[in-house]
């Protein structure tokens, strides 16, 4: 059973400036995407693991594909600017 | 941005749990500063991003349809997965309840259907 995200601290970490609100529901969204980037980041850092014939998960094998995918998650800047 | 106290960011238990409960395997402890850092640099760019597309709406409030758009941009949304089977996948009930609309008695439909 998954774990419950703290709302109020996700609520402030949606938001850089307080002039911004957060509207109805969008804070579940993003705690939906919070679970996708995680559930993504854990699925590659497990198969880099894997790749170097070790079974546990260490802190190099997450560097190195947290590079990768947070440049994905850079494409969410690239269409509107 | 900021010290690291100033904006303490999700907890520890709860990014070591969901990045265990995915990950399927063991997992080091030394893992967790990595993962807090990525976490940072992630809600960092997802903010931006939120209020961008906002703005760009011309809205001062982060709506549902923001992170949705954001999500397609991620490559997580696409035309083979559409928003809610991600949603019923992933998300506790609670959640759930937010954000796919339920029929309840009386032909009242919570919450109300988005516009498309």
């Excluded at chain 2, 106290?5 to 063991?26: C, R």
């Excluded at chain 2, 998300?91 to 796919?100: A, C, D, N, T």
């Amino acid at each position: 059973m998954l774990k419950r995200v703290p709302k109020t601290t996700l609520k402030s970490l949606m938001k850089k400036k307080a002039h911004i609100r957060v509207g109805t529901a969008a804070d579940a969204m993003v705690e939906l995407n919070v679970l996708l980037f995680l559930h993504s980041l854990a699925e590659e850092a497990r198969t880099k693991a894997f790749e170097e014939k070790s079974a546990t998960i260490k802190a190099h094998h997450v560097k190195a594909v947290s590079k990768v995918l947070v440049r994905n998650s850079a494409r969410g800047c690239l269409g509107l600017n | 941005t900021g010290s690291a106290k100033k904006d303490p960011g999700l907890s520890k238990s709860y990014i070591m749990s969901v990045f265990k409960h995915f990950a399927k395997t063991k997992v080091s402890t030394d893992v967790y500063p990595v993962l807090k850092e990525i976490m940072e640099r992630y809600f960092d760019r997802l903010a931006d991003d939120l209020e961008m597309f906002a703005a760009h709406a011309k809205r001062k409030t982060i709506e549902v349809e923001d992170v949705e758009l954001l999500m397609r941009r991620q490559g997580f949304v696409t035309d083979s997965m559409p928003v809610n089977v991600l949603i019923e996948k992933y998300l506790p009930m609670e959640s759930r309840k937010l954000l796919i609309p339920v029929a309840t008695s009386g032909n009242y439909v919570i919450p109300k259907p988005r516009r498309k």
